[in-house]
């Protein structure tokens, strides 16, 4: 009679606690000079959410296809473009120049091809005693500021901050150079009380800042991991 080890019940509820994943490409075929990730879904085949300021999106959809339950919409935006973007100025994400390796899910034509500018947005439906993670990537070539900041506020007025990261989105001493190989992230961050989490971003030392692509990672509760393997490992006793 086979026996189900203890080792492999925790990779099977780790595999059923694994974290979801919701992917937005800023700038769609709508925006000025957008460009949408072609039918939503990239070569990796994980979905894509290509958003932009003119609409509030809902249940937006997570890598594997399925609705998320997470709402995202534009609060505040400066502007969006491809132009001095990671295609230089070429508008065609077929251009774009950057390690898609480096960038993992985010490293994707349509998505790093076009951005937005010094923008405020929130994201809505976010469930109590979950964290989320949050990885941003921005490039663009002579900025007026070579670092953008991502920051995390308390409520939708984006006058406290809770937490912020800084990204190179270019070279400072070399402005041609834009920003392919690197994203910055905040993490373990918990929506408010309404499921809100508030994000802003504008240039580190008072310039523009840039946003061309982001992912959600929704990591599990705690307690949904322990549940799932300890409930395993009675089952398996019980057959033994």
Do not use: C
């Amino acid at each position: 009679m086979k026996t189900i080890t203890t080792a492999a019940l925790l990779a099977v509820a780790a595999g059923m606690a694994s974290a979801e994943v919701v992917l937005i490409d800023f700038g769609n075929d709508i925006s000025f000079r957008g460009a949408s990730v072609p039918g939503g879904v990239d070569s990796n085949g994980n979905s894509w959410n290509s958003v932009w300021s003119g609409a509030f999106y809902t249940d937006l959809l997570n890598t594997d296809g399925v609705g998320s339950g997470i709402n995202f919409g534009f609060s505040s935006a400066t502007g969006t473009d491809y132009f001095n973007g990671p295609s230089g100025a070429d508008q065609d994400p077929g251009a774009t120049v950057y390690n898609a390796a480096a960038l993992g899910l985010l490293g994707v034509d349509e998505a790093v091809y076009d951005y937005y500018v010094s923008s405020t947005f929130q994201i809505q439906g976010l469930e109590a005693g979950k964290t989320y993670d949050l990885t941003f990537f921005g490039s663009h070539k002579f900025s007026d500021d070579a670092t953008s900041r991502y920051t995390a506020y308390t409520d939708g007025s984006f006058s406290t901050a809770l937490d912020s990261v800084d990204l190179d989105v270019m070279d400072a001493a070399m402005p041609w150079l834009h920003n392919e190989d690197t994203t910055a992230s905040l993490t373990g961050l918990t929506a408010d009380a309404d499921g809100i989490i508030y994000i802003g971003f504008a240039g580190a030392n008072g310039g523009s800042g840039y946003l061309n692509a982001m992912s959600i990672t929704v990591v599990p509760a705690p307690g949904a991991f322990t549940l799932l393997a300890a409930g395993g490992f009675l089952s398996a006793r019980r057959r033994r």
